[in-house]
């Protein structure tokens, strides 16, 4: 699967910036007419149970956009040690119809339960294990008449849309398939962002290159697309090597000390972050990308703004 020259040919042109506010500009007014045409606004529960202030601001901000596009919200705060009776309690309510957590919790696989203590009917951020186990094996339906989409975690949809806005995906090759001929570096592989992300890439035909601190695994689904569902196969190519052959780099290292070696990208290549932190030097990254993207958070939370509207949609289908 080797590399191909994308479809914006701006070598020689300066590079271009994207505003992730400019890409969520169609999804955000999507679901504000969704909404306005509705009998009822959908109810989004955030449940904050910690001291995080991080994790404070990004509540702010979801309350912010909700109200912007017409969604109710309610941010519950709660001591960690009542979280999960509190989850309980809301995925049984039917006035909720999409449940989010404000993470970290606890930290590592107790987090992780918390993930999947949310009701799959309700996990607006697609984290929970039905969601996962579909996205890794590549089943995009919940039913079998393939009415009811699943539902992605809401950065690596993101990521997916921008690659869509700016032409990666090419829109000739049959559905699942057109990233075939792409080439990808994610230098990251947390199960929230990094991972999914290599995984959807690589199911749409994209060869990606994943690293970590531990090292660097290959995502795709074999040579020729031939597989069914990306697989995931051991490499000796170096970051140096994986960085050359890339169409597109995505950085999302949670440091404020790392920074991405621009000089080892090749001429034309896209770059994007969605680190809160900046991984790409914006000047350097000029001198080197035809499109450069460096943050995408107006995007996420369009994303699950979707996902949630889309929930409200396969709970009244199943009460009807």
Not at 51 to 58: E, F, G, M, V
Not at 122 to 135: A, F, P, S, T
Not at 160 to 168: A, Q, T
Request: overall charge neutral; aromatic content about 8%.
């Amino acid at each position: 699967m080797g590399s191909s020259s994308l479809p914006l040919n701006s070598i020689a042109m300066a590079c271009q910036v994207v505003n992730a506010a400019k890409v969520a500009t169609a999804f955000i007014n999507e679901v504000r007419a969704a909404i306005d045409a509705s009998a009822a606004s959908p109810l989004l529960v955030g449940f904050l149970a910690n001291d995080d202030p991080a994790a404070r601001k990004y509540a702010e901000w979801t309350a912010r956009t909700c109200q912007e596009t017409g969604i109710r919200f309610e941010l519950r705060e709660c001591p960690r040690t009542e979280l999960e009776d509190r989850i309980v309690d809301a995925n049984e309510d039917p006035a909720v119809n999409g449940i989010m957590v404000y993470y970290p919790v606890f930290g590592g696989p107790q987090d992780q339960y918390i993930q999947n203590t949310i009701s799959f009917s309700k996990d607006v951020e697609g984290l929970c294990h039905k969601y996962r186990y579909n996205m890794y094996h590549n089943i995009r339906f919940l039913d079998k008449a393939e009415t009811q989409k699943c539902i992605i975690p809401c950065t690596p949809l993101a990521v997916v849309k921008i690659l869509e806005f700016i032409g990666v995906y090419n829109s000739i090759l049959p559905y699942g398939n057109r990233l075939h001929g792409r080439v990808i570096t994610i230098v990251n592989r947390s199960e929230v962002v990094g991972r999914p992300l290599a995984c959807l890439l690589a199911n749409d035909g994209a060869k990606v290159f994943s690293v970590d601190e531990f090292g660097i695994m290959e995502f795709h689904r074999g040579e020729g697309i031939k597989l069914k569902k990306h697989e995931v196969f051991e490499t000796k190519v170096t970051l140096a090597e994986a960085l050359a052959k890339s169409d597109v780099v995505i950085t999302g290292v949670p440091s404020p000390n790392y920074k991405l070696d621009t000089s080892l990208l090749k001429d034309g290549v896209i770059a994007i972050n969605f680190s809160t932190f900046k991984n790409i030097d914006h000047d350097a990254i000029k001198e080197k990308a035809s499109i450069f993207v460096p943050s995408i958070g107006k995007v996420t939370v369009a994303m699950l703004e979707r996902n949630l509207l889309r929930l409200q949609a396969y709970q009244a289908s199943q009460s009807a």
